[in-house]
């Protein structure tokens, strides 16, 4: 069983900037590729950014490109979301998913997510 812990989230103002970690135990981290999503008040939940395997390939929501930025340390089973020039529309529960496929599959393990409020 793949467990994902997300934390890193908060207040910020509009402008700001705040950096994800998602920490993944119970398997061997490289053996999946990631993604950030969130999901905000009374909407569905969307892909933010996802990262493959070795961390070669990265893939981005058009709302979130040029902003964000996705990486991921093997060595330390940790993934990253590095959010800058915040938005109040940012503001959502972010989570960190992973699955066995790629990047763009459908994603099996879900951490239990993280507030972050961007205000204005």
């Known amino acids: 069983q793949v467990q994902l812990v997300e934390s890193g989230g908060g207040l910020v103002q509009t402008g700001g900037s705040l950096r994800l970690s998602c920490v993944v135990s119970?398997?061997?981290?490289?053996?999946?590729?990631m993604g950030w999503f969130r999901q905000a008040p009374g909407q569905e939940r969307e892909v933010v950014a996802a990262?493959?395997?070795?961390?070669?390939?990265?893939y981005y929501a058009d709302s979130v490109k040029g902003r964000f930025t996705i990486s991921r340390e093997n060595a330390k089973n940790t993934m990253y979301l590095q959010m800058a020039s915040l938005k109040p529309a940012d503001t959502a529960v972010y989570y960190c998913?992973?699955?066995?496929?790629?990047?763009?599959?459908?994603?099996?393990?879900w951490g239990q997510g993280t507030q972050v409020t961007v205000s204005s």
């Open positions: 990262i493959s395997k070795t961390g070669g390939n990265t």
């Open positions: 119970g398997r061997t981290f490289s053996d999946y590729a």
């Open positions: 998913a992973a699955n066995a496929r790629s990047a763009l599959g459908k994603y099996d393990y």
